[in-house]
C-alpha cells in the first residue's frame, strides 16, 4: 500500500487529533528531540524477512512522552515516516506499533496463533486475570461462559432499567450554567454499573469506588513501576485492593440470589459439562468489565455530546429521531435502528476511539508484511490511526456521520479500517451493552436539552490511558421548553 502524505489544510476542529501541536513548551521539546533510528532485531538469515525500523526514543521513556501528549497524532506521524509497521523502547520494554488496515488485520486475524495477550505488562497488576488478559484455549472457556451475561434476554432486562436511571440522571443537570460533562457521566456511568452490573447501591462508596477504577487505569502507566509512595502505581495497587474487597463481601449473596444483573449471571454461568467460574474468576471479571463499561462509555458519551455542540444540524437531526416516537416510552429494539444517532456515535468512536490500541505479544517468531518479529516482543495494533487514514475515508479530519450511511459505507473500505471494538477472538463482549447505553445517555440528553459550542472551542483530550478531556468537557444546557423529560449541552469555555 502507498503511503500517501496528509494534504495540507487549514486547522479543522480535529487538529489535535492528527496535527502534532507546539504550543506548550514541552510540546515544542519532544518535538525537536532527535530520533535514535535503530532496527528492532536481524531476521533470520535466509528468511528474506526485513527487520522492522523505528526510534528508540529517550532512554528508558522511549516515545511514550510523545505518545502520552500527542495521542494518534503521533502514531499517524510514525505511520508517514516509516510505515504501517515501526517499533520504540517505552519503559525499556521493545514495542513493536501496528497501524493501517492491512497490518491490523494479520495481527487481530492471528492466523497462525502467534499473538497472545500483550496487556500483563502494563494493566496486569490491577486488571488481573480480566478476560482481556487471558488467551487461546483459557480466553475461549471464561469467554463463552461470560457470554452468558450479554445473551439477548439478559440485554433487554438490563435495558429497562438503564434507560429509567439514564432519564431521572440527566433529567436532574443544571442549565444556564458551566456543567462539566466528562465527570457528571462519568457518575452517571458508574452507578448504571453499580445497578446493572451488580444491582447494588454504592451510596457512601461511590467515590472510593470511582477513584479505585481511575486509579487502576492510570497505574498501567506509571513512570515508576514499584509501590513508591505518591505513585501511580501504588495508587493502583491500592485500587485494586478497594475493589477486590468490595466484590468479596458482595460475592455470597449473589451466589444465593437469582437477580437479573451481570454479577449474578456469571455466579451462575456454566458450560455443558457443569464448569463453572470461580470466586477469584467472578470477582477479576467484574473488576475488569466494569471498568472497561464505564470508561467507555464515558469518553464516547463525552465526545458524542461535544461534536453534537459543534455541529447543530446533526443535534437537529437526531433530536427529530428521538422525537418522533412521541411520549411511548424508549424501545430497545426501536433504539437499535435509530439510524441518526447511529451514525453520530459510530463517526465520534472513529474520531474518538474509547480504546486506543490493542496490545498483543508474540509468542513465537513471526512476520508481518513482511517484517521480523521476534518472540516476546509486544505488539499494540494503533487501530486509531486507520480511522484517520485519508486512503479510506473521505476527508477524514471532518465530523461527517454520512460516511457510515447505506450509499456511502466508508466503513466497508477495508474490513480493518474501522475497528474501534477489536476483531478476532477478542473482540469486545460488551461492545452492544455500551452502545445501547451511550445511546440511551444522547436521546436523553437530545429530549431534554439543546446546546452549542464555540466554533473555536477544542477538547483538550489526554492520551495516558483512555482519552479523556482535560478540561472535563464544560458546557452549558438549555433546558428544551416543550420537554419536561429530558436536556442538552452547551460549553461555556
Known sequence: MVISEYPARAISENSQLVRIPRRQLLDRVLARTPRREAELATPPPGSGLKPVLGDRGLPFVGNLLKAMRWGPAQALAEYRRVGPVTWSRPLGQPNVYVSGPEATQVVLSNKDKAFGQGWDYYIGAFFDRGLLLLEFDEHMFHRRLMQQAFTRPRLEGYFAELTGLVDKSVAAWPTEHRLLVYPTIKTMTLEIAADIFMDAEVGIERDSLNKAFIACTHGGMAFVRYPIPGGHWRA????????????????????????????????????????????RDVINHMIFLIMAAHDTSTTTATAAAYFLGKHPEWQKK???????????????????????????????????????????????????????????????????????????????????????????????????????????????????????????ILDAMLRHYEWSLPQDYEIPWAFSSMPFPVDDAPMVLRRRPRSSRLRVIHPVI
Not at 399 to 419: L, M, N, T
Open 236 to 279: 493502583g495497587l491500592r485500587g485494586r485492593k478497594v475493589l477486590e474487597d468490595y466484590f468479596f463481601r458482595m460475592l455470597p449473596a449473589k451466589r444465593a440470589s437469582q437477580d437479573n444483573d451481570m454479577f449474578s449471571a456469571l455466579c451462575h454461568a456454566r458450560d455443558e459439562d457443569g464448569e463453572q467460574f470461580s470466586d
Open 318 to 440: 437526531a433530536r427529530a429521531e428521538s422525537l418522533a416516537r412521541g411520549d411511548a416510552p424508549l424501545d430497545m429494539a426501536a433504539l437499535e435502528t435509530a439510524t441518526v444517532l447511529d451514525e453520530v456515535i459510530k463517526e465520534t468512536v472513529r474520531l474518538v476511539s474509547p480504546v486506543p490500541g490493542f496490545a498483543r505479544r508474540t509468542v513465537k517468531d513471526t512476520e508481518i508484511l513482511g517484517h521480523y518479529i521476534p518472540a516476546g516482543v509486544t505488539v499494540s495494533v494503533l487501530h486509531w490511526v486507520n480511522q484517520l487514514l485519508p486512503e479510506y475515508w473521505t476527508d477524514p479530519e471532518r465530523f461527517d456521520p454520512d460516511r457510515f450511511s447505506a450509499e456511502r459505507h466508508e466503513d466497508k473500505s477495508h474490513r480493518y479500517a474501522w475497528v474501534p471494538f477489536g476483531g478476532g477472538v477478542h473482540k469486545c463482549i460488551g461492545m452492544h451493552f455500551g452502545t445501547l447505553e451511550v445511546k440511551v
